[in-house]
């Protein structure tokens, strides 16, 4: 059995010889591979600082954007009700700011078909602060709203 062990012992050796090797020829070129997208990274650093930095401060001062309206207005209401909207119905802009529609599960059944579903009007104000908001409608996912 000494002899066997031996004998695997001296495969296994020449094996992993083969395999570092093998090794040895492709980690320079992987580092190589490394160094030049390591590269590419760093010239292209200088000119998003140039030109990128300097826009972002201004569009801090524009006014929000309709999804950035949308997202706000879904923050405040699942505050304000305890519920989470899952879908925003849609937005548009008035004379006021927004109008943002949200659809709300109000109460979960088994199947999901059943769930009642409600649709949420929200008044958002030209900075996206909620302004007020009322439950348009209420209806049973499976059957649908009618919109009017």
Do not use: C, F
């Not at 302004?131 to 209420?138: I, K, P, S």
């Amino acid at each position: 059995m000494a002899t066997a062990r031996k004998s695997s012992a001296s495969e296994g050796s020449r094996s992993s010889g083969t395999t570092k090797r093998t090794s040895a020829k492709k980690s320079p070129a992987k580092k190589s591979a490394v160094k030049k997208s390591a590269g590419k990274r760093s010239s292209s650093r200088p000119s998003d600082q140039d030109g990128g930095d300097q826009q972002r401060p201004a569009a801090k001062n524009a006014k929000p954007s309709a999804m950035k309206v949308a997202r706000a207005a879904a923050e405040q209401l699942a505050e304000l009700t305890g519920r989470r909207p899952e879908v925003v119905v849609g937005v548009e802009r008035n004379d006021d700011g927004w109008q943002v529609e949200l659809e709300v599960v109000e109460s979960r059944r088994i199947p999901d078909s059943t769930d009642i579903l409600a649709t949420y009007r929200v008044q958002v104000d030209e900075d996206g602060e909620m302004m007020g908001y009322y439950r348009a409608q209420r209806y049973v996912r499976g059957k649908g709203g009618d919109r009017g």
